[in-house]
Each structure stands twice: as C-alpha cells, then as structure tokens.
C-alpha cells in the first residue's frame, strides 16, 4: 500500500509531462503565427505585382501578361 502510494505521489509531482504540453502548445502558436505571416507577406506582393501591372497596361507602350507571366 505505501508502493502505491509513494508510487501515486512520484506521479503527481513529475512536471516533465506538463512541460512537453506546454512546448508544444507554444510550438503549435509559432507555427500558426509563421504561416499567417508568409500568406499576408504573399498577399502583399501579389497586390503589388497586380499594381505593376496595371500600370504597365495602362502605359501606350507598356503591356503586361498576367496569365502569361511575363
């Protein structure tokens, strides 16, 4: 009984179990942090290219092939 008891205390104050949840959790926030970044910064540049574009379409000389990607 006194086994299973100490056995039932050892248990209850391991934090190694505790500490892995939480890197994890802060590995999953990162992550997701990370991939919001990249789409807004992708986003940013297709805005600006889409600008260029624009631009170049509405110079006399200029043309611009979006599809093309030239």
């Known amino acids: 009984m006194t ?21 994890s959790i802060l590995i999953g926030i990162i992550a997701v942090a990370s991939i919001m970044v990249v789409i807004a910064i992708g ?9 260029l574009c ?3 379409d509405a110079h ?6 979006a599809a093309g990607g030239s």
């Open 54 to 56: 624009t631009g170049l």
């Open 3 to 23: 086994k299973l008891l100490s056995l039932t205390k050892a248990f209850r104050d391991e934090e190694s179990g505790a500490a892995m949840v939480e890197y």
């Open 60 to 65: 006399p000389t200029g043309t611009c092939s």
């Open 43 to 51: 986003a940013w540049v297709s805005g600006r290219f889409t600008d």
